[in-house]
């Protein structure tokens, strides 16, 4: 099945400063990207997702990157805020093509 | 905004125990996701459910487990006889087209299960 790797685990900032978030896929079929942030103790939610069909893609602070030949996308947070501090979960479709799967998160730290 | 609710939000139950968490997905949605969470780790798929049955699920999701939707709002998930190692908190979501044709996942706020 599918297998969605992500790293750092922790990650550490200053505000202002840019994070860099990687993830790596194993299912070459995978088409849909999404990222979701979870703040302690609620739920994970949607922040920006990538079809396969394109490379970049920008919300504001935001960005998330796709390489498919590679099989690894990245999310990328500019000018890091204090409220930009949560658990960042990258995902890709499953074999069957019915549901996300999760990489393990990266605790997002930002400092001010 | 609609959203997902669930109930209940904490349940301690005793092993051995039968638990039933419930779900109501948003009106218009008919895709339907149960995830779990332990405590720190990642969010892991159990089940996916379409047209009243089960389109995906992991290993996790062994006979133990069981999903319905009993009624046209309500989706559970039933775990037959509860494990130690059950205890986490437990996502319903759901989504207005399938997960693979990028449908957003709405997740509900959880349900902590506590298994002593």
Redesign the interface.
């Known amino acids: 099945?599918e297998n969605v790797e992500q790293h750092p685990s922790t990650l550490s900032v200053q505000e202002g400063d840019s994070a860099v978030i990687k993830c790596t896929y194993s299912d070459s079929a995978s088409?849909?990207f999404?990222w979701?942030k979870?703040e302690l103790g609620?739920?994970?939610?949607?922040i920006i997702?990538i079809?396969s069909n394109v490379g970049e893609k920008k919300d504001q602070r935001i960005a998330v990157t796709l390489n498919k030949t590679a099989k690894h996308f990245s999310l990328h947070i500019t000018e890091t805020q204090p409220e930009d501090s949560a658990v960042y979960?990258c995902a890709a479709?499953?074999?069957?093509?019915?549901?996300?799967?999760?990489?393990?998160?990266t605790t997002l730290s930002v400092s001010s | 905004e609609p959203e997902v609710t669930q109930t209940p939000s904490h349940q301690v139950t005793q092993m051995g125990q039968e638990v039933i968490l419930r779900c109501v997905p948003i009106s218009n949605h008919l895709y339907f996701y149960w995830y779990r969470q332990i405590l720190g780790q990642k969010v892991e798929f159990l089940v996916s459910f379409y047209n009243n049955e089960i389109s995906e699920k992991s290993e996790i999701f062994d006979d133990q487990f069981s999903v319905e939707r009993p009624d046209g709002s309500n989706f559970t998930l039933k775990i037959r006889s509860t494990k130690l190692e059950d205890s986490a908190m437990y996502f319903c979501a759901s989504s207005e087209v399938r997960a693979g044709v990028a449908g957003e996942l709405f997740f509900g706020e959880g349900s902590r299960l506590t298994v002593l």
């Open positions: 099945g088409n849909y999404p979701y979870q609620k739920r994970p939610q949607l997702d079809r979960f479709i499953g074999q069957a093509g019915t549901a996300l799967i999760f990489g393990k998160g």
